[in-house]
């Protein structure tokens, strides 16, 4: 499932809590973007019709939860990020970030703990 930049930070607002009605996450958003009211309610729509959200009806208002979970957004964003720039390699990404941003110590800790954690399953 496909999600905007300004879709997946209403999605975090629902990761975060939910159900939650459209005037609750322009409350949460109000001081994080500067975006109208109606911006979040067309993104909330969006969201609802991509199937990301559920809408359930209580009074006169929508309570919002979300359907697609974090952790499968975050895969399938990361396993695209990989093949669109690094041909789905890890290794080149690693080197892309250790070449152009310098990797802090605690950076270069975890991949190493990682790296043995991997080798030791193998």
Do not use: C
Not at 20 to 28: C, H, K, N, Q, R
Not at 65 to 86: A, C, M, N, T, Y
């Amino acid at each position: 499932m496909q999600i905007s930049e300004a879709e997946s930070v209403v999605m975090d607002v629902l990761w975060t809590r939910h159900p939650l009605t459209a005037e609750d996450v322009v409350a949460a958003l109000g001081d994080v973007q500067q975006w109208q009211e109606a911006t979040i309610k067309t993104l909330l729509n969006r969201l609802l019709n991509k199937g990301a959200i559920t809408a359930e009806r209580e009074g006169r208002r929508y309570l919002y939860s979300p359907v697609l979970k974090r952790e499968e957004w975050v895969l399938e964003e990361s396993q695209g990020l990989l093949e669109r720039l690094f041909d789905g390699r890890v290794a080149p990404l690693v080197a892309h970030f250790s070449q152009h941003r310098k990797l802090s110590r605690r950076d270069i800790a975890e991949l190493r703990k990682l790296l043995e954690d991997l080798d030791g399953q193998r």
